[in-house]
Nanobody, 123 residues
């Protein structure tokens, strides 16, 4: 079993930056593909970014490409999301996710989810 705990959310002005972190316990993340999803009020959860177990391959939603960077540190059992040039439409609860197969993340699913961290971007 894997427990995922996100941190780093908060209130930021448009154009600002935040760095989200996801700490894992219970199992090493080094064999798991990982990703970030988000859910805005009144909307369905959507994919943001994913990264392979080795960190060699990343993929981003078009809406965040060029502004967000996903990374991982398997030695620290951690996942990160650097968010720059934030926009009000980035306001959402951000969830860390882990999957034994990256195809599951591609389909919008995961084996493990964090509880989420709130990001609010003011205009």
């Amino acid at each position: 079993q894997v427990q995922l705990v996100e941190s780093g959310g908060g209130l930021v002005q448009a154009g600002g930056s935040l760095r989200l972190s996801c700490a894992a316990s219970g199992r090493t993340l080094s064999s798991l593909a990982m990703g970030w999803f988000r859910q805005a009020p009144g909307k369905e959860r959507e994919f943001v970014a994913r990264i392979s177990w080795s960190g060699d391959t990343t993929y981003y939603a078009d809406s965040v490409k060029g502004r967000f960077t996903i990374s991982r540190d398997n030695a620290k059992n951690a996942l990160y999301l650097q968010m720059n040039s934030l926009k009000p439409e980035d306001t959402a609860v951000y969830y860390c996710a882990a999957a034994g197969n990256i195809d599951l993340l591609r389909r919008g699913g995961a084996n493990y989810w964090g509880q989420g961290t709130q990001v609010i971007v003011s205009s």
